[in-house]
Nanobody, 113 residues
Framework: QVQLVESGGGLVQLGGSLRLSCAAS????????MGWYRQAPGKQRELVAT???????TYADSVLGRFTISRDNAKKTVYLQMNSLKLEDTGVYYC???????WGQGTQVTVSS
């Protein structure tokens, strides 16, 4: 059974940093592309960043230069380092196995002023 478990969310002040983690099980992680998505209140879920099995990364324009996605295949974990956080970064962050319907349960990130 495939399972993704996110952690690392919380309350952070404007301009602060957080690192999210997503631990995977039940998949051949090193062969899987992974992605981070987020959903703000009242808005649709949107792509934040992806990382391929070859470690090629893509980012939404809104987070480019502030967020970094990375992976540790030995730990079967994908990370999202978020710096210079803005109020509009608030939302529930989900990880996903790319090109699948496998999602984590989400972790809340709240940026306060």
């Amino acid at each position: 059974q495939v399972q993704l478990v996110e952690s690392g969310g919380g309350l952070v002040q404007l301009g602060g940093s957080l690192r999210l983690s997503c631990a995977a099980s039940g998949i051949i992680f090193s062969f899987s592309g992974m992605g981070w998505y987020r959903q703000a209140p009242g808005k649709q879920r949107e792509l934040v960043a992806t990382i391929s099995r070859a470690r090629t990364t893509t980012y939404a324009d809104s987070v480019l230069g502030r967020f970094t996605i990375s992976r540790d295949n030995a730990k079967k974990t994908v990370y999202l380092q978020m710096n210079s956080l803005k109020l509009e970064d608030t939302g529930v962050y989900y990880c996903r196995v790319e090109n699948s319907d496998t999602w984590g349960q989400g972790t809340q990130v709240t940026v306060s002023s």
